[in-house]
């Protein structure tokens, strides 16, 4: 009996210890980096209004329109820090609003075909800057 008890234990204990490791290892792999999603040679600067600010884990993101010269309005997404960094850096979920006029300084998705980046600065119309690159 004895013997059963111990063999169940250790049953459980390996269970349990597996399904801890396929839960870390799914958020790893959900996980990405900074290198495989962005191109830190591409390096761009837009103006625009945010239409859109999502404060939700584990990345702040934002979009904005884009007006180009022939009056072509394109809109972007921005992926930015996390929101512990941001948090500790004076951010809350109303640092950014829709209306804002911004001014974007970001490294490029890199698929060129996409409107997407991590941004790197952001100025707001009242010169307020956020710095959020990443490792700052």
């Not at 792999?29 to 103006?47: P, V």
């Not at 707001?124 to 959020?132: E, I, L, W």
Request: aromatic share 12%.
């Amino acid at each position: 009996m004895l013997l059963v008890w111990g063999a169940k234990r250790k049953m459980r204990i390996r269970t349990k210890f597996l399904i801890a490791f396929m839960a870390l290892a799914a958020s790893a792999a959900a996980h990405h980096s900074f290198q495989a999603e962005f191109d830190d040679k591409k390096i761009e600067t837009l103006q625009g209004v945010v239409t859109k600010f999502e404060w939700m884990n584990p990345h702040a993101y934002f979009y904005f329109d884009v007006t180009d010269e022939s009056g072509k309005v394109t809109n972007w997404a921005m992926q930015s820090r996390n929101l512990s960094i941001l948090a500790r850096q004076g951010w809350t979920r109303r640092t950014l609003q829709a209306g804002d006029k911004i001014t974007v300084t970001f490294w490029h998705h890199r698929d060129p075909a996409k409107n997407i980046g991590f941004a790197k600065l952001i100025v707001k119309a009242d010169g307020t800057k956020y710095d959020v690159t990443p490792g700052q």
